[in-house]
């Protein structure tokens, strides 16, 4: 395999890993009556964002659910590792995917962090203010 092959060649233990934290969040979600609307949804282009789930509520609020997983709870765990460079790329791609919408309904920013065993919803992680 060639260098530039192998930089292209997703980490796929890391992707499996990330895929099932992202069906256990979802799940979890779901048996608090949280709908999923879309899973990963991305900007076009380059240095856009990334949502791992879109998901609505029951009254209409859609929630964007960021997924953070780690096999410990070292270094701040999986909630610590989510920076405001990341917050900030998630805000751009729920600006974008909000622009889709003929009408803007009510919003909030949680994550799901996994560590281990242990799955921690946190609503309203976070806002487009900070």
């Known amino acids: 395999m060639t260098q530039e092959a192998h930089r292209t ?5 890391t992707k499996f890993s990330g895929d099932q934290a992202e069906a256990r969040a979802c799940q ?3 048996k608090h009556g949280l709908e999923l609307i879309v899973k990963n949804y991305r900007t076009p282009g380059r240095g856009g964002g990334e949502i791992d789930l879109i998901m609505r509520q029951m009254d209409g609020t859609l929630v964007f659910v960021e997924v953070r ?3 410990a709870s070292s270094h701040g765990g999986a909630a610590a590792s989510i920076t405001p460079a990341k917050m900030r790329r998630i805000i751009f791609a729920a600006r974008h995917y909000l622009m889709r919408l003929p009408q803007t309904p009510p919003c909030r920013f949680d994550v799901v962090a996994i560590e281990e065993d242990h799955l921690n919803w946190i ?3 976070f806002d487009t203010h900070g």
């Open 28 to 30: 979890h979600l779901e």
């Open 69 to 71: 997983s780690r096999s």
């Open 123 to 125: 609503q309203g992680a």
């Open 9 to 13: 060649q997703p980490n796929l233990p």
